[in-house]
């Protein structure tokens, strides 16, 4: 046995769990609670058990698996449905269904709080949540407004996510969706609150990456006969959607995906004529990106559009405004100069940039109008609505090697989460118990406040940001010199890169964090020049005039705030610089944490397994960045000091309790005497005989506490005392509707006895009257039958002795036919015979007499030829002649006198 000396602990590798807790579904649970265990536990349950979901207390830790797995169904959704969060394995469903339950049984409003990275699955988190309130919130069948809350959706996600190299589904904005419930637990409403949309993405696209999803989608549904008049082309034709290069995802049909879209805003109410008036509006920002400005003057210090430009006659003409209008003022600012107003000609350069902003401006209120329109159709009755779950689906902490405005806002973002996590989870727990007067020993945890502070404070980084923005010649540079002087060595949390003049370093709560001043004075700005932004308000298109007209007071800045030495802005521009991305962005997330402080919180923490997006591949560095990122970590480290401390309070809802609520939900486990006097004495005299080992409670001022799963045990009991309560009330209910039965039944036999004795004498009396009336009826039947009978032999008889006759009379008229016909038939025969003789005899005469006959006039003949050979013949012949030629010549005279 070799035994080695070690310098330190510290030294030594972190000591592994048991056996027994590996792919422990819960990280608390652990023995050793470090980031190494924390690691593999993840790793087992991902890689060995294909499971993405685990829990870390009262926050649910869900893996990305890059896959479709077949465990949100409604089967599932019914196997969650009313369960416990302990009985069940981690899930979404489990975190949807604590909130629901905790929302009906408290009737306080919850939320759900879902972060992480880009790609690691928070909006299908988000998403499969709200299904499940419509599936459990809608009575076992969808609504109409379950429908409307899960049409959303798809709506969003065409005109909010987009490409990104790290997700090809990526969320651009935060959303804050609340979802209404009535008095019985069914959704009767929703609304949405957006945060920080990336309206850079609408102009600018780093390689591999794609606009929204909607630019996409139009294109691909470019030839449909609808679609013709956008004037649309593939999306490489245009400078908004080319520019990443790859312009298709894999698996999806951009088309298909418009139709989804199409239906969706359907059942959101929005009507096709509305319908084609946005895809108008959108399809008119693809084709102001491709407007050509062309420089001109000395040194490219003007510019011009040309009058015949095709893409901005389509975009004027898509608008509804004037194009020789809208030209101008792409290529021109209006100044205010000692109270004169100027018009002064912008560079190529700055007239891309005012092109580029319009677009993003048209693209930001469309977004801001879309949004008001589903919560218009979501929109439940004040009066009718109960309790709310919010669901926040929101940007994660990020970190890049070059990092601006968004990371900085989305940073601080996730600054105040976090605030609001630990306040939740671990500051008012101290507090409580210190109010409560517990012997526990105060435990240092990491605050924030100072970072948060330092970003929002009096004189912070958005104060100075700001007042830098409302300096006519404000700089970035400026700005950085301004944060140097004012927080340099002054604040634990700012710090000033060595090898550079124009960035700072925040020490988040995550990490160390370096930004780039570049560009964060132009996006917190985000300034749009009035005069195309008033072209747009006179547009003929009702939807194009109603989204600026309805633009709030300083939602874009006036030319004349820009940087421009001794012009200075008007009263009105002045008071437009206040409302500042940052100033809005801060707002905002004020009221959000106002409204999440108002709630009983649940945490989802999203985190990405990998970067290639692979399915169940798991890095164990860009988890663990994550983790601590998300404050996964900081979690299992408070959950470690409360586990050493005197009291653990994994659960505010569920392991603590006011002395008045304790003893209305757990006064069925009292006697009778331990039941009496006020409810703080009854329940220091029953918790003792309900949980033996007093390690497990603890007694306050207002409240007592109890230790993880003796709420699990008191229900158990209260659930055994109301079952045994139950079977006793079951017994006694039976008991007495038996006997209620028994005399009902008593009294219906009674009746039914008496009724049927009745019955049967009247049955009696009629079977004697039938039967007197049988023998009537069989002799009478009889008679007739007889009576038949004869009359039917008497009449066969006469119609066979009719028949008989007949038959005997029609012979003999037959044989009285025969011989007449015989007779005719023997005179047509002699008459015939005679005939025939007398032809014979008749032919035989006139033979002979043609005999005698052609004797006599060859005689003739010959005499005749003697005749015609002497001349007195031809002279009378000529005479005769004559005579007849006269007679023929009166004739015809006559006739023709007649006529």
């Known amino acids: 046995e070799m035994h080695y000396s070690v310098a330190s602990p510290a030294g030594l590798p972190p000591l592994g769990n048991p056996d027994i807790l590996e792919g422990e579904n819960d990280l608390t649970a652990l023995s050793f609670l470090h980031e190494a265990a924390v690691l593999h536990n993840l790793r087992v349950r991902f890689l060995d058990y294909s499971s993405i979901y685990t829990y870390c207390g009262i926050v649910l830790v869900a893996l990305n698996p890059y896959e479709q797995l077949p465990i949100y169904g409604e089967e599932v959704m019914d196997a969650y449905s009313g369960q416990d969060m302990a009985d069940m394995d981690p899930h979404v469903f489990s975190i949807a269904e604590e909130g629901y339950r905790a929302m009906i049984r408290e009737e ?67 959303k804050y969706v609340e979802i209404g419930f009535g008095s019985k637990g069914d959704i009767i409403g929703a609304s949405m609150r957006t945060y920080l949309l990336e309206k850079s993405r609408v102009v600018f696209q780093a390689p591999y990456e794609r606009n929204y999803h909607i630019f996409y989608q139009l294109c691909a549904f470019k030839d ?82 040309s009058a015949d430009d095709l893409s901005l006659v389509v975009f004027s003409k898509l608008m509804g405004v004037e194009g020789s209008q809208m030209a101008h003022w792409l290529c021109h600012q209006r100044l205010t100069v000692a109270g004169e107003i100027l018009v002064r000609p912008m560079s190529a350069q700055q007239a891309n940039g005012a092109r580029d902003a319009l677009a993003k401006h048209v693209y930001g209120q469309l977004f801001a109008w879309t949004v008001q329109s589903l919560n218009s159709a979501l929109r439940a009755h ?56 517990l012997p526990w020993s105060r435990i240092e945890f990491s605050d924030n406040q100072p970072c948060i502070t330092l970003i929002e404070g009096p004189l912070g980084v958005l104060d100075l940001l700001d007042e830098e923005c409302r300096v006519p010649k404000g700089s970035d540079e400026n700005w950085a010199r301004k944060l140097y002087d004012r927080h340099l060595d002054r604040s634990p949390n700012f710090r000033k890169p060595r090898m550079s003049n124009s960035a700072f370093v925040l020490l988040h709560f995550a990490d160390m964090v370096q930004y780039e001043c570049l560009g964060f004075l132009e996006k917190n700005r985000d300034t749009v020049f009035e005069e195309p932004i008033n072209i747009m308000r006179a547009s003929q298109l009702e939807l194009v005039a109603e989204l600026f007209q309805q633009e709030p007071a300083g939602g874009s800045l006036s030319a004349s705030s820009v940087r421009n030495g001794p012009v200075r802005s008007g009263n009105k521009a002045h008071r437009e610089h206040k409302l500042t991305v940052g100033f809005q962005f801060r ?23 990998n970067d290639l997006k692979q399915p169940f591949m798991f890095d164990p560095r860009r988890a663990v960045q994550q983790l601590r990122a998300c404050g996964v970590l900081e ?85 055994g005392r109301l079952c045994a309560a139950a079977v006793l009330v079951q017994s006694t209910v039976r008991g007495w509707l038996q006997s209620r039965r028994f005399r009902r039944l008593r009294h219906a036999t009674l009746t039914l006895q008496r009724f049927t004795r009745g019955t049967l004498a009247r049955r009696l009396a009629c079977i004697l009257r039938y039967t007197r009336a049988a023998l009537v009826i069989q002799k009478t039947y009889r008679m007739a039958v007889v009576r038949q009978l004869f009359l039917a032999i008497r009449e066969a008889a006469v119609t066979i002795q009719a028949y008989a006759r007949g038959v005997q009379a029609r012979r003999a008229c037959r044989q009285l036919r025969a011989e007449r016909a015989a007779v005719r038939v023997q005179a047509w025969v002699r008459g015939w015979l005679a005939r025939r003789r007398f032809c014979r005899v008749r032919a035989a005469v006139v033979l002979a007499q043609s005999c005698v006959r052609r004797r006599a006039a060859r005689r003739e003949l010959r005499r005749l030829r003697a005749e015609a050979r002497s001349v007195e013949r031809y002279q009378e012949l000529h005479r005769g002649m004559e005579v007849k030629l006269m007679q023929l010549q009166r004739r015809a005279d006559q006739e023709v006198m007649d006529c």
């Open 382 to 437: 004040r009066e009718r609505t109960k309790t709310l779950i919010g669901v926040l689906d929101i940007y994660g902490f990020e970190t890049f090697d070059r990092n601006s405005f968004e990371q900085f806002c989305i940073n601080y973002a996730n600054e105040k989460l976090q605030q609001q996590f630990n306040r939740h989870v671990f500051q008012l727990e101290q507090e409580e118990y210190v109010r409560e007067e």
């Open 108 to 174: 306080k409003n919850q939320s759900i709080i879902i972060s992480g990275e880009s790609g690691s699955g928070k909006t299908v988190s988000a998403k499969f949540a709200m299904r499940y309130f419509a599936v459990v919130g809608g009575a076992a069948q969808q609504t109409q407004v379950e429908e409307k809350v899960l049409a959303s959706s798809p709506i969003m996600e065409a005109i909010g996510n987009a490409k990104t190299t790290r997700n090809d589904n990526s969320s651009r904005f935060g």
């Open 635 to 719: 979690t299992i480290r408070i959950k470690h000091v409360y586990y050493n401390a005197i009291i653990s309070s994994p659960s505010p809802s569920s392991s603590r309790w006011r002395y008045e609520e304790f003893f209305s939900r757990y006064r069925v486990l009292l006697s009778a005497s331990a039941a009496q006097g006020d409810s703080r004495a009854s329940c220091r005299r029953a918790i003792p005989a309900l949980i033996p080992d007093p390690e497990q409670y603890c007694f306050g001022r207002t409240k007592v506490f109890l230790r993880a799963g003796q709420v699990a045990v008191l229900e158990k009991l209260r659930a």
């Open 224 to 305: 449909s006969p609808e679609m013709r008049a956008l004037k649309l082309d593939s999306a490489e034709h245009f400078r908004y959607t080319n520019q990443g290069l790859d312009i298709n995802i894999p698996g999806t049909d951009d088309a298909v995906e418009l139709e989804n879209t199409r239906n969706a805003l359907t059942v959101m109410g929005v009507q096709p004529d509305q319908q084609m008036e946005l895809f108008q509006i959108l399809a008119a920002v693809l084709h102001l990106g491709n407007v050509n400005i062309q420089a001109s003057g000395r040194g490219g210090d003007r510019c011009f559009i």
């Open 587 to 609: 707002q905002s997330l004020q009221l959000l944490m106002d409204t999440l402080n108002g709630t009983t919180p649940h945490y989802i923490r999203c985190i990405k397994p």
